[in-house]
């Protein structure tokens, strides 16, 4: 059997069993059978009452989709993923979790802890399913106390001019936005989970800077509403006009468990001139066990494109999380001047497996990129950055500098270094800098003879090693990384 | 008090310290010297912990308690701190948020209040003030692209943060200038007291004008061959090793 349906069959018993206990049937009622097909994403584009441009743009990627073949040149491996084998919609989504955090992954309990996350939060991360009558939305109040933040929160931005919701009330309430834009960075037949999630894609983020608004806040996940029952395919959709500027916030710290074994996001951003869009993610969904099993596979497309003379995209991202990370945030500098960045850590522990890195295509004349790509490997992981400059024949003055830098704990993992270069113009300047360096135990014991512990030492050199991408973090979010670093690594060391 | 009996140690399977016997009383300050690849440094190592430096027989207790059998982090909660002879870099790790982390790390320990950013600010500021020590030495990353010399002085200006009721220093007097020399000898002497003792390993009868020991060892071929009052590191400078090993043979 293939690792998802084992996931979802124990899922699905799951819920079977939950009948039995007496759930609500509206489970049964708004779960669309396993498989994909045209009728599926009709039913997934009527629920939705999308319009019929929309449904006929799902087909079109759906056929593409079907003429494609999975990817297989990342180095990642894992059982064949049976697509007709998952449910496609289900809505509103209940989880078939654990009954009680005695059924929870003790590990994933004890990373709690070390986060300092309050008990009642600590369910409701793990999945486990609360007591009829007792709501989740109302615990998810509590930790994030969303709902008075979020109105406050509302009315600031929409004073501003700025459109923040979830992209399905965007295709509702902004529909010419989203027709001119959604497919436009990543076409829908892009590459095999892009075509996929553009098929059936039901959850996200819009977000809208119009001209000339510098967005007042940092835009977070954790404020959209049932921002927690993250979909297992999102799409985000982000465009800052001219002059405009946004801080967006991914994810969270705290490792989530999700039902959905397969993710497959895709993010497109658009800057127009002197536009900046500074995208941040700190990844952590469950990696599985120490065996590898019930991890996450996260196949993620996002890729912005800087159309806009001196625009800004930067890319920051701490990967921590899931069994599988396939994911190359990258920019398409085609405005002149334009800068596209790339600030990544990648942690890889057990058997984890990440294959992350970026490109950066460079159109423009003028344009400049930064790459710092930090990997870190433990215990029998496989860490790869996979990274690609390309610069075009009118790109002038193209710059670009690299700097990739692998940290192996223990001799059992891997660190392996993909950078293409690709260069058409003769006047650009390209820089790469590559190393490869393990945590000496001279460094742990200095570190330890000033009495830090040895996890301590560990969190200590590892948060010295990634400073470079860390300090990119907006400040509330480097802070939760750093902790988040040192806690992911206890126990590889020694 | 330092009390080491019969102290045997190897590294891998070569044995390097031969049964050392020295006792540092509270208060003492003690010099160790010798050649080259005597033992000096092991023996520093081998007391704070170092893997791969094993003691197969003896015992080395401080003010009673075992300290061959715990973590170098228990033995630095009990006050003991190595000034390296080669001091370790760490790459992207703050000087203030390393000495910060270590000096809260030993207070919780010892089951005192941790100390917050101002209160840890103003404190290294006093003592680096007092070795004579740039402010920016703070916002440096531990010993990245230090010089030989402001190596040494950190790792001074460690001990003088971490007050230590025992520290080792080895060789920290080797590749100053005179006036650091100085500098480095005024932050042991600050620290003397009833509580405080030293093991000062070095090669040079200069630092012990500035640190003037109780007692000097002579430590050749992983024993101690001679002990005495400080006149015995002139004895060396006159005449060197060779003469010492042949009496002692
Ligand atoms: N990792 C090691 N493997 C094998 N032998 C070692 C190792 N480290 C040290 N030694 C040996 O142990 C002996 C003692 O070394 P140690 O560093 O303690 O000498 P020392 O007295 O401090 O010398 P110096 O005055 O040069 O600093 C030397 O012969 C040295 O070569
Ligand atoms: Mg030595």
Redesign the pocket.
């Known amino acids: 059997m293939t690792a998802v349906a084992e996931t979802l069959d124990a899922v699905q018993s799951a819920t079977e069993g939950g009948y039995k206990w007496g759930f609500s049937t509206e489970i049964e009622m708004d779960m669309a059978p396993k498989g994909l097909n045209e009728d599926i994403i009709r039913l997934i584009s009527s629920r939705k009452e999308e319009p019929q441009w929309l449904l006929d743009w799902r087909l079109k990627a759906y056929a593409a989709w079907l003429k494609m073949e999975e990817p297989h040149w990342a180095m990642i491996h894992h059982p064949p993923i049976d697509y007709q084998d998952l449910h496609y919609y289900a809505a509103p989504k209940k989880k078939a979790g654990p009954k009680s955090l005695d059924e929870v992954d003790p590990e994933l309990l004890k990373m709690y802890e070390k986060l300092g996350i309050p008990l009642k939060e600590r369910a409701i991360l793990a999945g486990v399913e609360l007591p009829e009558g007792e709501a989740p939305q109302v615990a998810i109040d509590a930790v994030f106390d969303s709902v008075s933040v979020a109105t406050t929160f509302k009315a600031t931005l929409a004073k501003a001019g700025v459109i923040f919701c979830p992209i399905s009330e965007a295709v509702r309430d902004h529909p010419e936005l989203v027709r001119q834009y959604i497919g436009s960075v990543i076409p829908a037949g892009d590459n095999y989970f892009a075509a996929l999630n553009s098929a059936v894609f039901t959850d996200g983020s819009f977000v809208f800077i119009p001209k000339g608004v510098r967005c007042p806040m940092e835009l977070s996940t954790y404020f959209r509403i049932n921002a927690r029952n993250t979909g297992q395919f999102e799409r985000t959709l982000i465009i800052v006009e001219d002059g405009g500027s946004v801080s967006y916030l991914e994810g969270c710290t705290a490792p989530q468990r999700d039902e959905n074994q397969l993710h497959a996001a895709v993010v497109e951003l658009v800057a127009m001139n002197d536009a900046s869009i500074k995208y941040s993610t700190v990844q952590n969904w469950y990696p599985g066990d120490a065996e590898g099993r019930g991890g996450i596979y996260n196949f993620v497309t996002k890729r912005g494109i800087c159309k806009g003379a001196n625009s800004k995209i930067s890319w920051t991202q701490v990967e921590t999380g899931s069994a599988i990370t396939w994911k190359y945030p990258s920019c398409i500098l085609q405005g002149d001047g334009s800068v596209g960045e790339f600030y990544s850590v990648a942690v890889t522990t057990n058997h984890q497996q990440a294959d992350t890195g970026t490109k950066m295509i460079h159109i423009g004349r003028n344009t400049r990129s930064t790459i710092v790509s930090k990997g870190i490997s433990a215990g029998k992981s496989n860490n790869t950055y996979r990274g690609k400059v390309s610069v075009l024949k009118g790109a002038e003055n193209a710059r670009n500098f690299t700097q990739c830098d692998s940290l192996l704990i223990g001799d059992q993992c891997g660190a392996h270094t993909v950078p293409y270069i690709e260069s058409r113009n003769p006047t650009a300047k390209l820089e790469h800098e590559a190393t490869t360096s393990k945590i000496s135990d001279d460094q742990l014991f200095y570190c330890r003879s000033r009495g830090l512990s040895q996890e301590d030492a560990v969190g200590m050199i590892v948060n010295g090693f990634c400073r470079d991408v860390l300090k990119e973090l907006p400040m509330e979010f480097a802070v939760e990384a750093q902790k988040l670093l040192a806690v992911s690594l206890e126990g590889s060391v020694g | 008090m330092l009390e080491i009996k019969g102290l045997e140690a190897s590294?891998?399977d070569?044995q390097?310290l031969r049964g050392i016997d020295l006792v540092v009383p509270s208060g003492e300050v003690h010099a160790v010297m010798?050649?080259?690849?005597?033992?000096?440094?092991?023996?520093?190592?081998v007391l704070s912990g170092r893997a791969?430096?094993e003691a197969t027989a003896g015992l080395a207790t401080f003010n009673g308690a075992d300290l061959l059998d715990i973590e170098p982090e228990e033995r630095a909660a009990l006050g003991l701190f190595l000034a390296f002879?080669y001091p370790v870099e760490l790459p992207g790790v703050g000087n203030a948020n390393f000495l910060r982390t270590a000096l809260n790390a030993l207070r919780r320990a010892r089951g005192e209040a941790e100390m917050d950013a101002p209160g840890f600010l103003k404190l290294a500021r006093a003592e680096m003030k007092r070795l004579s020590m740039p402010d920016d030495m703070l916002k440096r990353n531990v010993n990245v692209g230090f010089s030989g010399g402001e190596k040494k002085r950190n790792e001074v200006l460690q001990m003088a943060i971490l007050r230590p009721k025992l520290a080792i220093l080895?060789?920290t007097d080797s590749g100053l200038d005179i006036d650091a020399l100085r500098i480095v000898a005024d932050g042991v002497n600050a620290l003397r007291g009833p509580d405080f003792s030293a093991l000062v390993?070095t090669?040079y009868q200069r630092l012990l004008e500035y640190i003037v020991p109780d007692r000097v060892h002579v430590?050749v071929s992983?024993r101690i061959i001679r002990s005495g009052g400080p006149e015995l590191a002139l004895e060396l400078e006159a005449n060197g090793y060779a003469g010492m090993v042949a009496d002692a043979a």
């Open positions: 590294i891998g070569k390097i010798g050649p080259n690849g005597a033992g000096k440094s092991t023996l520093g190592y791969g430096y002879q080895d060789e390993i090669h430590l992983g």
